[in-house]
């Protein structure tokens, strides 16, 4: 059950969504987008990349349980992708709208319960087919009991193709966040991608993705309002599609340091394993996402199912 | 001290108010979203476009050892460039504004908003070896003083002719000359003007990868307008501002570098003549796509830092640079 908890100090809760601070969208591009057109761009220059105009959802359904105490939580959220291109233009827009979302503390093996709303703004310009620049504006909200955490970040990156299926990429973001009551803060985000992507979307196609994003965070402070969140993602995918179908697999880690001096390091660890049915118009894919988090010898299991759909254009 | 840094307030007007930062005294940008500082340079211009922008940003007022304000900012630009005959015309326009987000008022003034514009026409033979332009632009601003006066008008109004030479096909010298109408609320109208020089260098051929580098300077010499019988005096403090650039266009993309340092000689007005500098330094990286023709996209990381001798602001933003080239 998730357990709620109101008479803790605001302090608390602003640590739990500064861990939230940390987080990505559960599946995400940096260097080439997914085969699956109706997962998200992470940047503006990845977007840029994408076949065509895209309408797409995606259903996550998840649960946990901690090995501790064995308590258990659930999470269902439901995200949005729209994506239009014209020769040189992509513009996308991808988010979260509501939704129960549960998030773990090792610490005193609990579940608190958060709401969450985020919007991504990409705009990205592909010239001669080999270079791609791109700007992204992102927002969300987070809640907590009664602290609510807003974040915005706007950033600009940059994508090449080399050769016939060898893409790099980088983008940096400037964050800021604001919670009533305390400071604001500022900190970068860095991503890098290299991927290599051969095919065309009306035959079979292979994709694979090596990529790192550094969320830049302040030097440690001893109490939550004075440490802005640090961490480190590596995601690696490999994806193929085969008559009509898509095989899908990444590798997520996600560590956060500990920004509090007395804090540990808290790790997560996702593999994905995905397959549903791929055409030219229409997609139909369905993922399940399992992972592991440690914090100290405290640990939880996660298991998430997530369906994709949507209709291409192209 | 207070009353004091009142008194010249409007003197502290413009600070941390730029937008896009124009740096182009002697040779043209080879980002054509990037307005030219003097109207001469826009004669180097041989194609058509038009631009926008859009910035975003954030920053602080620290004073005393704490944070006093914090600043966000929003604004947009568009241009149009229109080279016809031996002739080029080019037109762009600004505003920004700022939110304060802790309503604790102490020294020094606040900027509200800001609305510039600026028309050039220039003349160049052809093939060119020489660029003559002349503009007039405007330039008004919403400042914050005190509670008792929360928002004070000021404009500048300018007219400038200035002349840019090609050496070799890749040397080239700017000169010009503004002459200014400062207006402010209260205060007498000030006639001042400012002088602009820049020495810049771009090689490698259109189409090619190319490098442009340029230093220029402004120089404000000080000023003063006495009162009369019903407005207070107007007086303006020497100001420097010297300009680097340095641009470098591989394959299309377009990676730059362009900082900026003002100088202000400021004078307490106690009768002591006591002088102190401000310093306003900026500090832009971007990158963008300038293709042969069509669509063309960028973005810019900005740092702005006022160092005043009571307090200092910073402020970074962000800009997104969109526009087409026909």
Redesign the interface.
């Given at each position: 059950m998730v357990e709620r908890h109101h008479n803790s100090g605001r302090g608390i809760w602003l640590g739990l969504l500064l861990l939230l601070g940390c987080a990505l969208p559960a599946q995400a591009q940096v260097a080439t987008p997914s085969l699956d057109p109706s997962l998200p761009s992470l940047t503006g220059a990845t977007s840029s990349w994408r076949y065509g105009s895209t309408l797409g959802g995606e259903s996550v359904y998840g649960s946990y349980q901690s090995s501790g105490n064995e308590v258990k939580a659930k999470s269902l959220q439901n995200n949005y992708t729209l994506a239009f291109q014209t020769t040189?233009?992509t513009l996308e827009a991808n988010g979260t709208q509501g939704g129960i979302n549960t998030l773990w503390e090792g610490g005193n093996d609990r579940y608190y319960e958060w709401q969450e709303t985020d919007s991504h703004a990409l705009?990205?310009?592909r010239?001669?087919n080999?270079?791609s620049?791109?700007?992204s504006v992102n927002k969300s909200q987070t809640t907590l009991a009664d602290v609510v955490r807003k974040e915005k970040s706007?950033?600009?990156g940059?994508g090449l193709r080399l050769g016939e299926g060898v893409y790099v990429a980088g983008a940096?973001e400037?964050v800021?966040e604001e919670v009533p009551g305390f400071?604001?803060k500022?900190w970068t985000r860095n991503l890098a991608g290299i991927g290599l992507r051969y095919g065309w979307p009306d035959g079979n196609q292979f994709r694979t993705e090596y990529a790192l994003v550094a969320n830049g965070g302040s030097p440690q402070g001893q109490v939550w309002a004075e440490v802005v969140p640090k961490s480190q993602t590596t995601l690696a995918s490999l994806e193929f599609t085969l008559g009509g179908w898509l095989f899908s697999y990444e590798n997520t880690k996600i560590v956060q340091e500990p920004v509090l001096t007395w804090a540990q390091n808290r790790v997560q660890t996702w593999s994905r394993y995905g397959l549903g049915l791929k055409s030219l118009h229409y997609s139909l894919i369905f993922y399940r996402r399992a992972g592991v988090e440690t914090q100290g010898t405290a640990e939880q299991q996660m298991n998430h199912y997530h369906l994709t759909f949507g209709f291409h254009f192209i | 001290m207070k009353h004091l840094l009142k008194s010249f307030a409007p003197l502290l007007a413009g600070v941390l108010l730029a937008g896009t930062l124009q740096a182009q005294v002697a040779s043209p940008s080879l980002n054509l979203s990037q307005p030219n500082l003097t109207s001469a340079v826009a004669g180097w211009r041989e194609e058509i476009s038009a631009q926008a922008s859009y910035f975003?940003g954030?920053g602080k007022r620290r004073q005393g050892g704490s944070?006093v304000y914090?600043f966000s900012s929003t604004g947009s630009s568009s241009g149009l460039t229109l080279p016809f005959w031996i002739l080029t015309l080019e037109a762009q326009a600004q505003n920004r504004s700022y939110k304060t987000?802790i309503n604790e008022r102490q020294e020094g003034t606040l900027p509200i908003d800001q609305n510039d514009s600026h028309v050039a026409l220039a003349i160049s033979d052809n093939p060119s070896w020489f660029s003559l332009g002349v503009g007039s632009g405007t330039a008004q601003q919403n400042d914050y003083q005190s509670r008792l006066q929360p928002k004070q008008h000021s404009q500048l109004s300018s007219l400038d002719g200035s002349l840019s030479l090609k050496f070799g096909d890749w040397f080239y010298l700017g000169n010009g000359v503004r002459q200014i109408r400062d207006q402010t609320e209260e205060r007498v109208d000030l006639f001042r003007f400012e002088r602009l020089a820049g020495v810049g260098m771009i090689f490698g051929q259109p189409g090619e990868s190319r490098l442009r580098l340029e230093v220029s300077r402004i120089e404000s010499p000080k000023a003063f307008e006495a009162r009369d019988a019903s407005q207070a005096y107007h007086r303006h403090d020497h100001e420097l501002t010297d300009f680097q650039e340095a641009e470098v266009l591989i394959?299309?993309?377009l990676f730059s570098g362009r900082s900026m340092t003002k100088t202000r000689d400021e004078k307490i007005a106690n009768g002591n003549s006591a002088t102190q500098m401000t310093t306003e330094t900026r500090r832009e990286g971007?990158?963008?796509?300038v293709?042969k023709e069509?669509?063309?996209?960028?973005?810019?990381?900005i740092n702005e830092v006022l160092d005043h001798p009571n307090y200092t602001d910073s402020h970074?933003s962000?800009q997104?640079n969109?526009g087409y080239l026909f």
């Open positions: 040189q233009l705009l990205a310009v010239g001669e080999r270079v620049v791109g700007v706007y950033g600009g940059l940096m400037k800021s400071d604001d500022k | 975003e954030n944070d914090e987000k394959q299309g993309l971007g990158v963008i796509w293709p069509g669509l063309f996209l960028g973005f810019a990381f970074s962000f997104i969109i």
